[in-house]
């Protein structure tokens, strides 16, 4: 070990964790900026307040050929997977999300390369995005809604996108980053 090295890992470490931290605040803003504005102005809810039970004025508006604008519910997790409208599974669900972003972040802090900082950043921000929906709303707001011939990938939205771009640049490192890692 060269003199100074573990000074410089910690100084490595605690940078890019200001890195992930900081991802992870755009994220949740973004994701929570974009659903207020879909819920409040986009497609607002013509009976009472946002959330499952509410009406829109359109079932959606199409913004190209391939892809609308929508409100739905999810009451489950990806693609509605564990999908139950039973009052406690917010919370089972915001619990789970939670202990994957405490392991997440734990894992990450002698991270000390940029890439899985932000991957993990992106991660954490959508979940905590998905979250606040959960304890908002009882279940988390999608409002993408991508199509073709007439079928329709499930609705997502900004929180999802975080979330899959982060595993996918965690696994991007994870296969490339080379033995001397390992």
């Known amino acids: 070990m060269v003199a100074g090295e573990g000074v410089a890992d910690a100084a490595v470490w605690k940078k890019l964790r200001w890195v992930t931290g900081i991802v992870a605040l755009v994220a949740l803003v973004l994701d929570q900026v974009a659903k207020q504005w879909v819920l409040t102005s ?3 809810c013509l009976s009472g307040p946002p959330g499952p039970s509410c009406a829109v004025n359109s079932p959606f508006i199409e913004v190209t050929g391939f892809f609308n604008m929508v409100v739905a519910w999810n009451f489950g997790v990806s693609f509605s997977m564990f999908y139950s409208q039973h009052d406690l599974m917010p919370f089972a669900l915001s619990l789970m999300a939670v ?13 000390d390369r940029g890439l899985v900082a932000v991957a993990t950043g992106m991660v954490v921000g959508g979940a905590v995005g998905n979250v606040i929906d959960r304890f908002r709303f009882g279940a988390v707001a999608d409002f993408l809604d991508f199509h073709v011939a007439g079928w329709h990938w499930p609705a997502f939205n900004v929180a ?6 982060g595993v996918g640049l965690l696994l991007i490192d994870g296969l490339f980053s080379g033995a001397e890692r390992r």
């Open 42 to 44: 986009l497609l607002p």
């Open 99 to 111: 202990i994957i972003c405490g392991a997440l972040l734990w894992w990450n802090r002698h991270n």
């Open 160 to 165: 999802d996108c975080c979330i899959v771009v």
